[in-house]
């Protein structure tokens, strides 16, 4: 029995593995040429970019491994199953050591690749675009001391932006300049939120008493979507707006009708700061 099973384990294998390349080399190029494009978050930013491009990788990459998987399960259901008669326990089976031993191997270089991979590209490859690395990000693009400062203030419920280099304007809409590199400071004044740009691929924890600066760089014009990607209490759901991407001339001209729709509170804002800590009390000690 050992041989006969012996014998036919190449037979098998080859078709496996004949199927699977064929259903691989159509499901790549779908993935890459028509799924891709779709794929978030869009290409509104280069931040944005990089990170579907790396999205796409990644699915064309795990794609052939899903698939194997599943021809190896329905090949081995439709060829190996029993036919006639129930035998309720079948001849002992072996464990086939090389093909353990390739498996183990095989799976753990994948996993260590992607982790090496995917660390350099959320850290060092996305250009500061979030993460919660503080005031000073492990990786910032080039001319980063030039940005156009943007605070992004979480509060519940709800977002606020202030304008330091335009007298520390606040108000309850966001809109950056096109091709304009954009540092947004990312604070909170109550508990910890989350700010989540999907459009703009950027995501960065809001934290009271703590400046997260996320840079980015936008060559589209347009809207994009604005969230709370963290908890924060009963009306977690209502932190949702949208934010514009303008060119430079309409984003000064906002600029100004921000400034006199504004005017009236500007008042009573407390200074402008990196960071704020929760009323009346700084708590914590």
Known sequence: MTEIVSGRIPRH???????W????AVAVPLIVLV?????????????AASQRDANVLMTALLVPIALLVVVCFVYSFA???QRGEVI???PPLKGHAGAQLFWIVLTSLIVLALAVWGSYTLIAGSHGAGGGQGPDPVAKPNGYQHALPVQVIGQQWEWTFRYPTYGGLETRDLAI???VLVAFHVTSIDVTHSFWAYELGVKADAVPGVDNVAYVHAHKTGFFQIRCAELCGLWHGHMAKKGRVLS???????IA???TKNAAVMAYLPKYNRVYFPAPLRRAG
Not at 13 to 19: A, N
Not at 35 to 47: F, N
């Open 257 to 259: 009708a921000a400034k």
């Open 88 to 90: 309720l326990d079948g």
């Open 248 to 254: 430079s001339s309409a984003f000064q001209a906002w």
């Open 177 to 179: 300049p096109n091709h």
């Open 21 to 24: 390349l064929v259903l691989t």
């Open 79 to 81: 060829v190996f199953r």
């Open 13 to 19: 294998g080859r078709r496996i593995i004949g199927i």
């Open 35 to 47: 799924l891709g494009p779709h794929l978030p978050p869009g290409r509104m930013t280069a931040e």
